[in-house]
C-alpha cells in the first residue's frame, strides 16, 4: 500500500506547478531556473543517503556515455518546463495540463515513426480517442479567446519535448537508481536554463514572494512531485500507470479551482475526459508493449 500512497502523493505534487507558476509574477525563465536550481540542491542529501542503502542500483557507475545522455535528457526536460510554464501565460491550468499530458501518444507515434514498431490496434483506438477528445477542447479554447489556443499548442510541444525527455533517459534510468539519476537531470537542466536565463538578459532577482513560490516548485511539483513518480511507476502494474496519467490533468484542474477559481466549461470539461480515456489506453497499451519504459509525467 505504501508505493500507491507515495504514488498518490507524486502525482499531488505534479499537479501543483500550474497553481505555483500562475501565482508568480516574475518571468518564466526565472521561475524555471530557481525551481531547478533549488530541486538540485535538495535532492543531492538525498542521493547520497540512498546511495549508502546497499541497494543494487546505487552500486552503478555512471559511465561517460551515461553522463552525456542525461545531460540530454536535462536539456529535454529544460525545454519541457519553460514552455509549459510559457503556456500557462495564454490558457488555463486545467487545458496545459490536458494537453501536456498528451505525451503517451507522441511516445507511440514516434516509435512507429522511428523504430517501425506499428501501434497496436488498442493504442491505435487510444490515439483516436484522444485526438477528438483534443479537438474538443481547442474548439472550445479557440471560442473563449484565440490566446488560449497558443497556449494549448505551447502545452503539447511541451508535451512532444517530455517524450523526448522520456526516450533519451530511459536506458539510463533502467539502471541508475531514481535519487542520482534525478541529481543529475535537474542538475544539468537547472545549468541548461540558467544559461538561457543570462544569455537572454532576464532579470534573476526575485521578490520574497516569487521566491517562496519557487521553492514551493522545487519541493512541492519536483523532488515530492516529479521524483516520488519516477521512483514508483518503476514497480507499478501497467493499469496503475494509465490511471496515473489520468489523474494529474484531473487533480490540476481541482487545484486551481480551489486555489485560482479558474472554471472548466463544460464542453472542455467533456473534451477532456474524452482525451483522458485515450491517453489511458495509450499509455497502458505502451506499457503492456514495452514493460521497461519508465512513465514519467512532470511539470
Known amino acids: 500500500m505504501l508505493r500507491y500512497a507515495l504514488l498518490a502523493l507524486g502525482i499531488a505534487g505534479l499537479s501543483t506547478a500550474g497553481i505555483f507558476y500562475k501565482l508568480a509574477s516574475a518571468p518564466v525563465v526565472a521561475m524555471v531556473a530557481y525551481r531547478m536550481v533549488i530541486a ?5 542529501p538525498v542521493a547520497l543517503i540512498m546511495r549508502g542503502s546497499g541497494a543494487a542500483q546505487t552500486a552503478v557507475a555512471f559511465s561517460r556515455t551515461d553522463r552525456w545522455v542525461t545531460a540530454g535528457a536535462g536539456l529535454l526536460f529544460a525545454l519541457d518546463l519553460m514552455i509549459w510554464a510559457t503556456s500557462l501565460k495564454f490558457t488555463t491550468v486545467a487545458s496545459a495540463a490536458l494537453f501536456v499530458s498528451t505525451h503517451p501518444i507522441f511516445v507511440a507515434l514516434l516509435a512507429w515513426l522511428l523504430f517501425r514498431e506499428r501501434p497496436t490496434p488498442l493504442i491505435a483506438a487510444g ?18 479567446s484565440g490566446r488560449a489556443l497558443i497556449g494549448d499548442g505551447l502545452a503539447m510541444l511541451a508535451a512532444l519535448a517530455e517524450t523526448g ?13 531514481a535519487p542520482r539519476y534525478a541529481l543529475l537531470v535537474y542538475a544539468s537542466c537547472a545549468l541548461f536554463v540558467c544559461g538561457t536565463a543570462i544569455g537572454s538578459g532576464t532579470r534573476l532577482a526575485l521578490s520574497p514572494h516569487d521566491l517562496a513560490l519557487a521553492v514551493g516548485l522545487a519541493v512541492v511539483a519536483t523532488v515530492l512531485g516529479h521524483t516520488l513518480v519516477s521512483q514508483s511507476l518503476g514497480y507499478m ?7 496515473s496519467f489520468l489523474a494529474q490533468p484531473l487533480m490540476a484542474a481541482l487545484f486551481a479551482l480551489i486555489f485560482l477559481g479558474q472554471q472548466v466549461p463544460v464542453a472542455t470539461a467533456l473534451g477532456g475526459l474524452i482525451a483522458l480515456a485515450g491517453i489511458g489506453v495509450v499509455a497502458y497499451g505502451n506499457e503492456r508493449r514495452v514493460p521497461d519504459v519508465d512513465a514519467i509525467t512532470e511539470m
Open 40 to 44: 538540485a540542491l535538495l535532492m543531492l
Open 127 to 144: 490515439i483516436a480517442i484522444g485526438i477528438a477528445g483534443i479537438a474538443i477542447v481547442g474548439w472550445q479554447d479557440v471560442r473563449l
Open 165 to 177: 525527455y522520456l526516450l533519451v533517459g530511459r536506458h539510463v534510468r533502467q539502471r541508475i537508481d
Open 237 to 243: 502494474p501497467a493499469a496503475v500507470v494509465a490511471v
